[in-house]
């Protein structure tokens, strides 16, 4: 049996074993030989902002409340400093209701949705791009040695991905320890689950780092910088526009991420190259199947 890494010091991990999150399906291989796998389960999550209905989300169905708190403060429905005065989730009803303690008025924002390109079909509304203008983003560091370490831990995490696939992982870091792993269907949804616990517990982005298994797009690169995170890195490649934001508001933007490997198209100054690459790609043992 394959070893995995030690979950010491990480606040929230993958549950391969949730009995919801996955179902057991038959099926037969190419020889026609009969098979028995785990699939991913998938059920719709609506979001409403006190008594307005914002969207309805693709989703595992882990977390919601991170989830609709995420997206809500990443859609810049949520001011900075908002009291929320309640989070309720009725899993019946597969509806989360987040309050405040006064009106919100969002028709226009809702009448500027953009379909992206994030798995699951991710929803931008058209406005987020004005919270970039004046975004400054921490002058953080970062040790290739702790990138390195980083990447080689999450791989050997226990994870949904290596138990069913069909799913992205998003990770939240600080030097070299995960400390926030959350996977869904889509990139962004994992993602906003990520900012739903870092708006719940108060923590800030300054000194952290995003970790994704996904590509590395216009939507990835603007959820990570409205969360105040200076560094974003993933298996994956990108898109231009992606680039193209992240030079725009000086993220670190780091893709291709193998082993020893690695691309760095945006705010390159940020890495401290405290090791001699070697070139090295990862152990073909523990490569996630279909990364590309």
Known sequence: MAKTEDLTGVLIAPDPDAPRLTRRISGTDASGAPLDISVVEERPLTIFLNGAEIVTAMTIGDYPEYLALGFLKNQRMLAEGEAITGVDYDEELETVVVRTDRPTRHEEKLKKKTRTSGCAVGTVFGDMMEGLEDLVLPAATLKLSDLYA?????????????????IHGTVLCQDDQPLVYMEDVGRHNAVDKIAGWMLSEGVTGADKLLYTTGR?????????????????????????WGVEIAQQVGLTLIGRLRGERLVCLSGEDRLIRDTAPSGQEEDPKHRRKGAR
Request: net charge positive.
């Open 216 to 240: 590395l797009t216009s939507e990835m690169v603007i959820k990570t910088a409205l969360m105040g995170i200076p560094i974003l890195a993933s298996r994956s490649g990108f898109t231009a």
């Open 150 to 166: 980083l990447s080689h831990r999450i791989n050997r995490m226990p994870s949904l991905y290596l138990e069913a696939g069909a």
